[in-house]
């Protein structure tokens, strides 16, 4: 199986500062890339996707995409308390709908 | 329902018993997907549906595993003769196109 790997953490940033959180995938094929967010004891939830080179931006969140280098990464400006969970990046390949990554645990501290 | 709805939320078992675990998606949904998560570890992807037909079904543990989809709404996974490994969070999914999956609360699995 394609892999999806990512850093388990856990990172803490203090409140207002940005977080960045990355994942590199190894299916050079793969066209589209997620990040599901999944808050303890919670089930994931679709935060954003990107499927081109460079940036997209969605209020505090923006979903970075290197195809060469094989590397998405989501920053979270003005982190909150409450953006702390596990972050989960997800691509598609081959027959598999979605491989998630393990996850990075993100911890905003006040 | 408004979302994807999993029952039991919670089923504990004894080895070696069966164990059948419900998926009602999104109305509409024709995508239907499961997983499992282990307890701090990410999701390992089991079997997906489009309308009642599973594409792929290798991600499938093993034998014991079996899963299917009627009139391209509810969905059960089948787990035989289940041993201590299968302990794990079983995640349910629907997406009506693209990946924007939508799961439900999940079933916590505890064979014992």
């Known amino acids: 199986q394609k892999e999806v790997e990512q850093n388990s953490g856990p990172l803490s940033v203090p409140e207002g500062a940005i977080a960045s959180l990355n994942c590199t995938y190894s299916d050079r094929g793969s066209q589209s890339f997620f990040w599901y967010r999944q808050y303890s004891g919670k089930s994931p939830e679709l935060i954003m996707s990107?499927?081109?080179?460079g940036d997209k931006e969605d209020g505090r969140f923006t979903a970075q995409l290197n195809k060469a280098s094989q590397y998405v990464s989501l920053l979270i400006r003005d982190s909150q308390p409450s953006d702390s969970a596990t972050y989960l990046c997800?691509?598609?390949?081959?027959?598999?709908?979605?491989?998630f990554g393990k996850g990075t645990r993100l911890s905003v501290i006040a | 329902g408004a979302g994807v709805s999993q029952s039991p939320s919670n089923k504990v078992t004894e080895k070696g018993k069966d164990v059948e675990l419900r998926c009602d998606p999104i109305s509409g949904h024709t995508a239907l997907y499961w997983y499992r998560q282990s307890l701090g570890q990410g999701l390992e992807f089991l079997i997906y549906f489009q309308g009642n037909s599973a594409p792929d079904k290798s991600g499938l543990p093993s034998d014991r595993f079996s899963a299917e989809r009627t009139g391209g709404s509810v969905s059960t996974l089948t787990i035989q003769r289940t041993q201590q490994e299968d302990s794990a969070v079983y995640l349910c999914a629907s997406s009506l196109q693209g990946y924007s999956l939508h799961f439900g609360n999940g079933t916590r699995l505890t064979v014992t």
């Open positions: 990107i499927y081109s080179n």
């Open positions: 997800a691509v598609p390949s081959g027959n598999t709908p979605l491989v």
